[in-house]
């Protein structure tokens, strides 16, 4: 009977670990908080920041690659990096894959943008770097980065390991795009985190913020219920935008700011944001696996509306190191008896990091709060 409870717990653990990481967006780039090194990469040596990139033309050794900056050019909202690569492993290896590096671009306004576009992109000069072009153990081609910020205006190339999800974590080797360009650290916006927001009792006050390990955040607009289906109505003008019968939107705009002291960055997502702490797929699959027939408050059901239809403004979604900040917009359907009160958990988006990272957030003023708790004491 008890080796028959352990190996329950056991498949209710494996089923959770593999929900969340089927929701988890790609963010091969992305290098949070709480990590462990899992490279030999020094942030003294050459190369180990954004402030001490390898120079332009000259190459960097990374993994069982050469690698070397060629030309740069950025248009508008594009940066277009030549970049050759020549593989350093045994000649009894096979050629090397380009595919085992990931390219990134960091920018001087503390964001880093994830990922060169497709290969197949036509946004981009040719040839394309690793689409074929060059012998087997040499790469010789472009990479394009594309809604690069306007005001974002020197940059240098970040490259990581295509590391599975547990090592996100490995080092970034930087390069220079242009002679004497690094991107200097933001030091004025360092928090260290508090309690606000920790307890689902005490939720964080429209327009006041919560500070993580990684970050400050602040809801700094919300919608709830018909206010919400009219604001998302009025940028949807041809789609029909009524949530599911027995439920209604929470729509909420969120500004956030790495404050970590590392000089790594982290990132957040519209994922990691639910109704009460799970979505409606979480919280099915506590149901199947626990029999559990919690309701209510205990499992709220939530999911993130129609993926196709536009919000007020960009969806949160963002990589930001120390001093870097963004805005963007989540928006939820949950069930229309549910309190407006959403839950950042960031362990929905990465697995990685700490429990104490959690936060409660309420959707609505205060004054809206006392009137409610007025009109029950009456």
């Not at 490995?170 to 260290?192: H, P, T, V």
Request: aromatic fraction near 8%.
């Amino acid at each position: 009977m008890l080796n028959l409870r352990v190996l329950r717990v056991l498949g209710v653990l494996s089923m959770l670990a593999a929900a969340l990481t089927s929701c988890i967006p790609d963010q091969s780039c992305s290098n949070p908080p709480h990590i462990r090194r899992t490279s030999n990469i020094s942030t003294l040596e050459l190369g180990g920041t954004r402030q001490n990139p390898i120079e332009l033309g000259d190459v960097g050794s990374y993994g069982e690659w050469d690698l070397r900056v060629v030309e740069f050019a950025k248009i508008s909202d594009l940066v277009h990096v030549r970049l050759d690569a020549t593989y350093t492993g045994s000649e009894d290896d096979q050629p090397g894959n380009v595919d085992e590096l990931k390219f990134c671009l960091a920018g001087s306004n503390h964001t880093l943008y994830l990922d060169a576009t497709n290969p197949y992109s036509d946004d981009g000069p040719s040839p394309v770097f690793g689409d074929g072009y060059g012998e087997d153990q040499v790469q010789d081609g472009w990479l394009t980065f594309e809604e690069i910020a306007d005001d974002d205006d020197e940059f240098v190339l970040a490259v990581r390991e295509a590391a599975s999800l547990l090592y996100r974590d490995a080092d970034f080797m930087y390069f220079e795009l242009e002679s004497g360009s690094n991107i200097a650290r933001d030091r004025s916006s360092r928090q260290s985190p508090t309690s606000t927001g920790t307890d689902i009792e005490s939720p964080v006050l429209l327009g006041e913020a919560a500070v993580t390990s990684a970050f400050a955040i602040e809801i700094s607009e919300a919608y709830v219920g018909s206010e919400a289906e009219e604001v998302f109505s009025s940028v949807n003008k041809y789609s029909d935008t009524e949530p599911r019968p027995g439920y209604t939107y929470f729509l909420f705009k969120i500004r956030v700011t790495n404050t970590a002291t590392g000089n790594s960055p982290a990132s957040i997502s519209s994922t990691q944001f639910s109704a009460d702490g799970f979505t409606e797929a979480m919280a099915a699959l506590i149901a199947e696996t626990s029999g559990s027939e919690a309701s209510g408050s205990e499992v709220t059901e939530s999911k993130t509306a129609n993926q196709w239809l536009d919000l007020p403004g960009e969806k949160l979604e963002a990589t930001l190191y120390q001093g870097g900040s963004a805005e963007g917009w989540v928006i939820l359907e949950v069930d229309a008896e549910a309190e407006p009160i959403v839950v950042y958990d960031p362990k929905l988006g990465t697995g990685l990091h700490p429990d104490e990272d959690q936060r409660y957030f309420h959707l609505t003023p205060e004054s809206d709060t006392d009137e409610d708790e007025e009109d029950s004491e009456s």
